[in-house]
């Protein structure tokens, strides 16, 4: 059964910081990998789809990689900002989503 | 707007009284999921539809029922509501095929007291 680990749980960072999220997967055979953000108590928002076939995606100061060979993917944020703390989740799609936990994200100002 | 729809967002109820939390999407979408999310246990699935009439078991299905008679909806029934199903409910849908991108409901906060 294919499981999904984030690494770090927790990470605090000064303000304007570049930093990267890392998430594994135990089973290579996937279609895509999704990376959302969720603020507390707040619904899960999608930052980022990279299909199997594709190595990285972007959207503005996010870029997210696949390397499926080693079941990893990376979300990189350029230049933090306060405005981006929240929890970061990454998910493999398969009948059943398989979520990883969350990293939870803390940019001071 | 290509959303999903979850009713009532807020619910405190008491234990044993049945209750349905609903979940639509207008996006044609084939799979649709149900999740539940506790402190320090994150995202588990619930119940996923594959399509209409058709329903699996996720992780976590035990004191939950669904049905899916029409491909919008995608309903969550709690027949006798517990303390422990107090959660954060989320609803979820995408294509078929496990290539599409999932779309998430704004969630659901029930209290069963």
């Known amino acids: 059964k294919q499981e999904v680990t984030q690494i770090p749980a927790a990470l605090s960072v000064p303000e304007g910081e570049n930093l990267v999220l890392n998430c594994s997967f135990t089973d290579s055979a996937i279609y895509n990998l999704q990376w959302f953000r969720q603020d507390p108590g707040k619904g899960l928002t999608s930052l980022l789809l990279i299909q199997s076939s594709q190595r990285e995606q972007t959207s503005g100061r996010l870029n997210a990689s696949l390397d499926k060979s080693s079941g990893r993917s990376t979300l990189y944020i350029a230049a933090s900002q306060p405005g981006d703390s929240a929890t970061y989740l990454c998910?493999?799609?398969?009948?059943?989503?398989?979520f990883g936990a969350g990293t939870r994200l803390t940019v001071k100002p | 707007e290509a959303q999903v729809t979850q009713n009532p967002r807020y619910l405190i109820t008491v234990t044993g009284k049945k209750l349905t939390v609903t979940c639509s999407q207008n996006m044609n979408h084939e799979y649709m999921s149900w999740y539940r999310q506790d402190p320090g246990l994150g995202l588990r699935q619930i119940y996923y539809?594959?399509?209409?009439?058709?329903?699996d078991k996720g992780d976590v299905p035990e004191g939950y029922k669904v049905s899916r008679k029409e491909k919008r909806n995608f309903p969550l029934i709690l027949e006798s509501p517990s303390p422990n199903q107090t959660s954060l409910y989320f609803c979820?849908?995408?294509?078929?095929?496990?290539?599409?991108?999932?779309?998430f409901g704004e969630g659901s906060r029930l209290t069963v007291l």
């Open positions: 539809s594959m399509n209409v009439e058709v329903t």
């Open positions: 998910a493999v799609p398969n009948n059943d989503m398989r």
């Open positions: 979820a849908s995408r294509t078929t095929g496990g290539a599409g991108e999932l779309f």
